[in-house]
């Protein structure tokens, strides 16, 4: 049995070149320019209209009732929908190389990171992987949280503040922690 001291190294990431095409790069190279100078005067939860149509102009699918606050930031705005009275607040990081759908009424608090993509470490080149992020509808992620990629977050689930989400939650549950892990069952009170 080989030690890890004795595994040869076999990466040269020399080789390693972009699967994104030139049209993708040049979008993302413009709508980085045009968010934050279009936003940045905006303070918070103010001016959505405007905010909804720079998304849709740039492709994304966002609901007439749709929030997005002006600190949030959308990787790719042709990869984004969003519900109604769904939600993406104050520095959400939102790297969709692949689809993220928001759900009607799901909330994705400030500061949390949703990863569309990784790299395949099996590969010497390491090259780009991506799956897509589903939030369903009634959702709520917490504040830092971390969903990662081909993960969908069930209907009236929650994830707690922090949590590093792996794997799918199932609908109307709450889990939390690292990797996140079922809390209980969301109950709502009438």
Same mark, same amino acid.
């Given at each position: %049995? ?8 076999? &990466? ?18 413009? #709508?980085?320019?045009? *968010?934050?100078?279009?936003? #940045?005067?905006? !303070?918070?939860?103010?001016? %959505?209209? *405007? ?30 929908? %969003? ?18 759908? $928001? ?36 959702? *709520? &992620? ?28 199932? !609908? *109307?549950? $709450? ?12 109950? &709502?009170?009438?």
């Amino acid at each position: %049995m080989n030690s890890f001291n004795d595994i040869e190294t076999k &990466i040269d990431l020399s080789q390693y070149h972009s699967t994104l095409s030139r049209r993708h790069q040049m979008m993302r190279l413009v #709508w980085g320019v045009v *968010w934050p100078l279009a936003t #940045w005067f905006l !303070p918070r939860s103010l001016g %959505m209209p *405007w905010k909804r149509l720079l998304l849709r102009a740039f492709g994304a699918k966002v609901a007439a009732t749709a929030n997005v606050y002006s600190s949030a930031r959308v990787y790719y705005p042709a990869n984004l929908e %969003m519900g109604e009275y769904s939600c993406l607040a104050s520095g959400v990081d939102c790297y969709n190389v692949d689809k993220v759908t $928001v759900g009607a009424n799901a909330t994705v608090s400030q500061g949390a990171y949703l990863c569309t993509a990784s790299h395949d470490i099996t590969n010497p080149l390491n090259p780009l992987i991506t799956a897509p992020i589903v939030i369903e509808d009634q959702a *709520w &992620i917490g504040a830092k949280a971390f969903v990662g990629m081909g993960v969908t977050i069930g209907q009236g689930a929650v994830v707690g503040a922090t949590a590093s989400v792996f794997k799918d939650v199932e !609908p *109307w549950t $709450v889990v939390g922690g690292n990797p996140a892990s079922f809390i209980k069952k969301r109950i &709502i009170k009438e």
